[in-house]
C-alpha cells in the first residue's frame, strides 16, 4: 500500500464549478500535511498547510479527519488558472521530516 | 527576496557519468532537501539537510550523495548515471528552527537526461 494515496483523475470540470479532492494515507503518527499545487513541467508550490482544525484561504478549503486518515481539499467557484496536478503531502511533526508525496490529482478547468 | 535557486536548470549526460546540482536557499532557510521525480510521479525524498549535517535519508543508492555548506546552499551529486536517473531534481529549503517552520519551498528544479 502506497504510503500517501490520491485519485490519479484527470477531473474535468466547467469554470465556477466545485470540485474536491480526497488523500489517505497509511502512517497513523503523521502530524504535517500540505497541499501543493504543481503546473506542467514546473515545481511543486505550497498551497496550504492542513491543520487539526481545518483551514481555508480564500475559495481553497482544506480539512483533515485523522481518524480515518484522510485529507481533503475542497475549491469553490473554480478558475481556468486551477488547472494543475494538486499533491498531497504528509510528514512527522518535526522539522527534519521527510516529506511523502501523492502522485497527485489533475484538474482541468474548462471554459 | 530570492526564493530558492537551483542550477542548472537542464542538463543531459551520459550513462556511466557523474552529475553535480547545485542549490541555494531561500535567505534565512537553514534546511535544504533533495526530491527526485520522474514523470507522472510525486516527488520522492532524497535526502535532507540541516546546519551541514545530514538529518534525513530517503531509499536511494549510495550512488548518490549530498553536502550543505556554511552558507547553507547544498549539492547534490549523483555517481554512475543509469538511464533510470533521468528526472526532475527538486530542491526545498525550510526554516525548521521554529515552530510551524516545516513548510518547505521548492526551487524551479533541475531536469537532468540520461542517455
Known amino acids: 500500500r502506497k504510503e500517501v494515496e490520491q485519485d490519479p483523475g484527470p477531473f474535468n470540470v466547467p469554470e465556477g464549478a466545485t470540485v474536491a479532492f480526497n488523500c489517505t494515507y497509511s502512517n497513523s503518527a503523521s502530524q504535517s500535511f500540505f497541499w501543493y499545487r504543481q503546473d506542467c513541467r514546473k515545481e511543486p508550490k505550497l498551497l496550504m498547510s492542513?491543520?487539526?482544525s481545518g483551514n481555508e484561504d480564500g475559495r481553497f478549503t482544506a480539512q483533515l479527519n485523522r481518524a480515518s486518515q484522510y485529507i481533503s481539499l475542497l475549491i469553490r467557484d473554480s478558475k481556468l488558472s486551477d488547472s494543475a496536478t494538486y499533491l498531497c503531502?504528509?510528514?512527522?511533526?518535526?522539522?527534519?521530516?521527510?516529506?511523502?508525496f501523492g502522485t497527485g490529482t489533475r484538474l482541468l478547468v474548462s471554459p | 527576496d530570492a526564493g530558492v535557486t537551483q542550477s542548472p536548470t537542464h542538463l543531459i549526460k551520459t550513462r556511466g557519468q557523474h552529475v553535480t546540482l547545485r542549490c541555494s536557499p531561500i535567505s534565512g532557510h537553514k534546511s535544504v532537501s533533495w526530491y527526485q521525480q520522474v514523470l507522472g510521479q510525486g516527488p520522492q525524498f532524497i535526502f535532507q539537510?540541516?546546519?551541514?549535517?545530514?538529518?534525513g535519508r530517503g531509499n536511494f543508492p549510495d550512488r548518490f550523495s549530498a553536502r550543505q555548506f556554511p552558507n547553507y546552499s547544498s549539492e547534490l551529486n549523483v555517481n554512475a548515471l543509469l538511464l533510470g536517473d533521468s528526472a526532475l531534481y527538486l530542491c526545498?529549503?525550510?526554516?525548521?528552527?521554529?515552530?510551524?517552520?516545516?513548510?518547505?519551498?521548492f526551487g524551479p528544479g533541475t531536469r537532468l537526461t540520461v542517455t
Open positions: 539537510y540541516y546546519e551541514k549535517e545530514e538529518r
Open positions: 526545498a529549503s525550510s526554516l525548521v528552527d521554529r515552530k510551524n517552520s516545516y513548510e518547505q519551498y
Open positions: 492542513v491543520y487539526s
Open positions: 503531502v504528509v510528514g512527522p511533526n518535526t522539522g527534519f521530516q521527510k516529506l511523502v
